[in-house]
Nanobody
Framework: QVQVVESGGGLVQPGGSLRLSCAVS????????MGWFRQAPGKEREFVAA????????YYVDSVKGRFTISRDNAKNTVYLQMNSLKSEDTAVYYC???????????????????WGQGTQVTVSS
């Protein structure tokens, strides 16, 4: 059974940085496409970033381009989201998602992913 576990969230001041980690177990990590989503209170889940094995990405939502970086370490079965220059509007629960057949077209669509973590809270506030 595939398990996805996020970590690294917390409280940070505007302009600060955080690195989220997502560990995947119970499956062949190197065969998964990986994505990060977020959900703020009262809002729908939003695509943040994805790293697709067969695509030309990685891919980012426009609001985080130049500030966030997604990366993966297949030896550690882990994907990361480095978040710099954080803003109050980045406050949300961040979710990691995995799927074997996400692809480079529908990477922004939550239903493209088969496995999800429980989420980690990121709060950007002074």
């Amino acid at each position: 059974q595939v398990q996805v576990v996020e970590s690294g969230g917390g409280l940070v001041q505007p302009g600060g940085s955080l690195r989220l980690s997502c560990a995947v177990s119970g499956g062949s990590f190197s065969n998964f496409d990986m994505g990060w989503f977020r959900q703020a209170p009262g809002k729908e889940r939003e695509f943040v970033a994805a790293i697709i094995r067969s695509g030309s990405g990685p891919y980012y939502v426009d609001s985080v381009k130049g500030r966030f970086t997604i990366s993966r370490d297949n030896a550690k079965n882990t994907v990361y989201l480095q978040m710099n220059s954080l803003k109050s509007e980045d406050t949300a629960v961040y979710y990691c998602a995995a799927g074997p057949r996400v692809g480079s077209v529908w990477y922004f669509y939550p239903s493209s992913y088969d496995y999800w973590g429980q989420g980690t809270q990121v709060t950007v506030s002074s």
